[in-house]
């Protein structure tokens, strides 16, 4: 009776101790918002914002993004929000921000439009920071692509890349991408 109870007793030790690794190796890098649904629709709020643009209709607030378990070599991440319905299917980029820390876990309110915490790329507006949504009215609810892309490169790289030129610069330094798509249309 005593050995079995220690039989039982270590086998259930055992499996415990399976289970709590294959959880942790079975972990997903994951991105999200308490501001919307993985493809639900982004409030009015973080749409752009810009006199000389009519389509711009919102106060270009930056949601907040929060992730977990990026691999453990993470030494920077990369993020960039890409509207592939946009310019009329040529693709409008909402922001390219790096060089952000390998202990970040996310961004709060509006630090992607106050340009905190990370080093502005150059968007399709020209800008360095957050220029949210500002899809022409009968256009449809476009796709804004969050991508979250862990990297193997030293948060070193120079201000003002665009996507193509981050992207080219991350090439054999991805380690993983998560993302997330809000949706918006007037």
Known sequence: MVTMSKTLKWALWSSLMFYGAASQASALFTLQSPAF????????????NAKDNPNCTGENQSPVLIWNNPPAETKSFALIVH?????????????????????????PANALRDGKEFTGGKNSPGTDRWFGPCPPAGSGAHHYTFTLIATSQAPDLPA????EALLEKLKGKALAATGLIGRFGQ
């Open 37 to 48: 649904a993985d493809n639900g629709m982004l409030d009015k709020k973080f749409a752009g």
């Open 83 to 107: 509207d592939p319905e946009g310019a009329k299917g040529l693709g409008v980029t909402h922001l390219v921000a790096y060089n952000i820390s390998p202990s970040a876990t996310g961004f």
């Open 160 to 163: 003002g890349l665009t996507r």
